[in-house]
């Protein structure tokens, strides 16, 4: 082949290779703006790894990429996880009124699951209360509550709260609260002199708290908190506890101290009577419930554990949050001064 033929083609092969040779090298990282650009743009991981390689890019990326996928996975969960060592100042409350799974306390292990080994007995005699209740107790009731005015039922109520502030004072004596005992009894003094033996109540206007104690509740302060549950024929639920502690409470009941029969067991039978009425809000509650033993049960072991707790804080010293103090605390079950057995 003629040489003169080869010399422009090996030139334009020469100033080929010079132009690549001379031509800038790829970019494998690009600028801040740059990462930001794809970032916000959503591209693929592949698409973005050049510029994941710059270490410098990798620092200013990373932080905005992170922060979404937080806000992403919170708006999906529907709120944060909490962080490690922090809770809100309502679980803290309750976890120091009823204690925690951690702690393994035994009052929280009652509340968490009841204690019910008779239960084929408890619900043969919570069927014998019902039909007592359906045909006496809750047709006097209504009767009752549709015959007297409100205010005079409010004078009753209040009368019987004020009884048994003797009572209430003597535990909280045995209970290690002196402070608490004098104010039961200030509050005694008040209304059964300026209240009309308690028909009225001027010592809730004067700021005296009203509290209910039994023997049964200082039995749970000094110690005995886990007690199975049982049903009593006419007194209606208790723990084997509270059934002890009945027996602390007959002697200071103050209707129980009447000679005369007949005037015992009227104050007896209308005090029952004003129980039952207080309960009727309750009633319809009751009639939807699936199961009325468990229902019952679980809610008056639920009560009742809180009320140990609460006076165990109050032997401490401890003050309860706001929305958990209550003024007013009357018990749901017959007390024992209302029924006609004979005193000791």
Known sequence: MNPRLHLPFVAVILL?????????????????????????????????????TDPVIVDAAAPAAAVDTTDALA????????????????????AALYGSAATGDAATDAGAAAYDPWEPMNRRVHAFNNVVDRAVARPLARAYVAVVPQPARLGVTNFFDNLGSPLTMVNQ?????????????????VNSTLGIGGIFDPASDLKMKRRSED??????????RQSRYVELPFFGPRTLRDVFGLAGDMPLSATRQIDDDTVR????????????????????LREGAADDYVLVRDAWLQRRNYQIQSDLRRTRGDELPDYLREEEERDVTVPASAMPIPGG
């Open 16 to 52: 080929a290779l010079v132009g690549c040779a001379s031509a800038p090298a790829p970019q494998t990282a690009g600028t801040a703006q740059d990462a930001e650009r794809v970032a916000g743009t959503g591209v693929r991981q592949a698409d973005a790894a050049p510029i994941a």
């Open 75 to 94: 708006a999906d969960a529907g709120d944060a996880a909490p962080v490690d060592g922090a809770s809100s100042e309502a679980e803290d409350d309750y």
């Open 173 to 189: 004596l045995l209970q290690g609260r002196p402070r608490d005992a004098v104010q039961t009894f200030g509050r005694f003094v």
């Open 215 to 224: 023997f049964g509740q200082t039995l749970g302060t000094w110690g005995w």
């Open 265 to 284: 067991y009227g104050l007896q039978g209308l005090q029952l009577v004003d129980t039952r009425a207080q309960l009727l809000s309750i009633d319809s």
